[in-house]
Nanobody, 122 residues
Framework: QVQLVESGGGLAQAGGSLRLSCAAS????????MGWFRQAPGKEREFVAA????????DYADSVKGRFTISRDNTKKTVFLQMNSLKPEDTAVYYC???????????????WGQGTQVTVSS
């Protein structure tokens, strides 16, 4: 079992930045990819970004390309999501997830964190 704990959410103004962190513990060798997803009120959970632990392969949703950057620190088993040029439509609960491969499908990820709220004001 993998435990994931997110941090770094909060309130930002449009155009501002936030950095999310996700610390992994437990059977971390059981997965090779990490992902960030988000869910706004009344909407389905949607893919934001994902990366591979070993090769650093990354994938981004079109809506965040050029604004968000996913990265990882293998020694600390932590993945980050740097969010720049934030927009009000980025407001959501952001979830970290672990899975066997880089994917934009939440079904492919078996372990999830509790989520952290990001609110962007206009």
């Amino acid at each position: 079992q993998v435990q994931l704990v997110e941090s770094g959410g909060g309130l930002a103004q449009a155009g501002g930045s936030l950095r999310l962190s996700c610390a992994a513990s437990g059977r971390t060798l059981s997965f090779i990819a990490m992902g960030w997803f988000r869910q706004a009120p009344g909407k389905e959970r949607e893919f934001v970004a994902a990366c591979g632990w070993s090769d650093g392969t990354t994938d981004y949703a079109d809506s965040v390309k050029g604004r968000f950057t996913i990265s990882r620190d293998n020694t600390k088993k932590t993945v980050f999501l740097q969010m720049n040029s934030l927009k009000p439509e980025d407001t959501a609960v952001y979830y970290c997830a672990a899975g066997p491969r880089v994917s934009n499908d939440p079904i492919k990820f078996g372990s999830w964190g509790q989520g952290t709220q990001v609110t962007v004001s206009s």
